[in-house]
């Protein structure tokens, strides 16, 4: 986000509600904003306030609600601060000049035109990550240019462009394909017809490939993302560019109408929202996005249907749960684990803590839901769901208690099933880490403990910094002095090491001396 440098953590940020005495940053809602939140390059900004042991601090300000470092946006104003018309009019300028190089229209255009190309003629620019036309080839040849692009690449667009990495920004991790085959395999066997892609290109891909391929599949989608890139390979009906941190459609009325018809066809029925936000995102404007995405949708329903839910598949990491269920109460999270193609630790296959935490939050009846029992899940008859291999049930809290895919234990003072690398601690009355820091504060200063501020304000910082610096300087010197003793040591082996070595062979040409001459 942009505001003061190094103002947000997430977990700190997702920590904030909910916790007495927290310190952090806190995404304000206005229930009646009186005037609109200004404008970023990423759309409509999000207001924030400071919050210091639970007490809001008075200034409130607006910052980007998809970039959480300033590099990326560095969009900062105070609620109260009144601009000049010279600073608005460059402003918007300048989220003009961040917007993409080309509008939807003309990406359409340019893909039409480039489907129609023979085999030969269909070039894609790496550098430029995208897809030339016979004009723009002169522009790219000194390029990372790839050529012969077939038709079965232009509907898998995730593999011909660079994943974006950026983890406060976008965050782009894929699906592999074992995930994205099992949710299509899951969308299909629950009877969905359509499905509403926010931030899951590849799932998009698969469902589009099923349906043009040989065992035509019957399913629809429809990809709203922040990426534009995907704008250059699908039609107006296919994507919408979009931020789900503020529900911003980048192209306007035109584009929100695609995703509102989208959602009302077939007066609503048949229809699914599948969602992978990034991970370091705030909970709390994903689920106000999502609180609008299912009110379009309920503008299709009849008064009958009107306490019907739109069924969503929320994939998110399994420690957001309290989080989550604060917002959508109906919402139950299943053990399946979810793993990534680029992700160096969201993978298949690994065990104990290396396991992925990513799991599904959905407002559909669990035992609905059939896990694959090649992969370890089991049904328990008890808790009426499919579980993960290691999830025993617990006969005292009476459920499958493990949320990260290990065995859990039973604690009888905490009344509760805790992680296995926990113990009971006496002293603060709680299961914890063997390691933990008993009574030691959760939030409040690294430095001295106190809680009414941070590390970054601390008074005590400079002579902190100072102590740190002596131990610094003091241990460098220590090192320099092991270092020059070894050299010293090193040195004087080495001489005594070559004199012996000339001794010894004085007198082996000593004795073959003697020998030649006896």
Known sequence: MAAPRGWLGTVEAEGISGRQGSSGVEVVFPSDPATP???????????????NQGKEETRRFYACSACRD??????????????SGARLAAREAHNQKCQP????????????????LSLSQRKFCQGCQQLLLPDDWEKHQEHRVVGDISITQLKRPSQLLYPLENKKTNAQYLFTDRSCQFLVDLLSTLGFTRVLCVGTPRLHELIRLKASGEKKSNIKSLLLDIDFRYSQFYMEDSFCHYNMFNHHFFDGKAALEVCRTFLQEDKGEGVIMVTDPPFGGLVEPLAVTFKKLIAMWKEGQSQDNSQKELPIFWIFPYFFEFRIRQFFPSFCMLDYQVDYDNHALYKHGKTGRKQSPVRIFTNIPPNKIILPSEEGYRFCPLCQRYVSLENQHCEHCNSCTSKDGRKWNHCFLCKKCVKPSWIHCSICSHCALPDHSCGAPKDGCFICGELDHKRSTCPKIATSKK??????FRAVRKQKQRKSNKMKMGTTKGQSMNHTSVTRKKSRRERAHQYLCS
Request: glycine residues 2%; contains cysteine; proline residues 8%.
């Open 467 to 472: 102590v740190n610096n002596t131990l610094f």
């Open 37 to 51: 939140a200004p404008l970023c390059p990423h759309g409509p900004t999000l207001l924030f306030v400071k919050v």
């Open 101 to 116: 190089p080309l509008s939807r229209t003309q990406c359409v255009e340019r893909y039409v035109k480039f489907i129609e």
């Open 70 to 83: 300033r590099k990326d946006c560095n969009f900062f104003q105070w609620e109260d601060e009144k601009l």
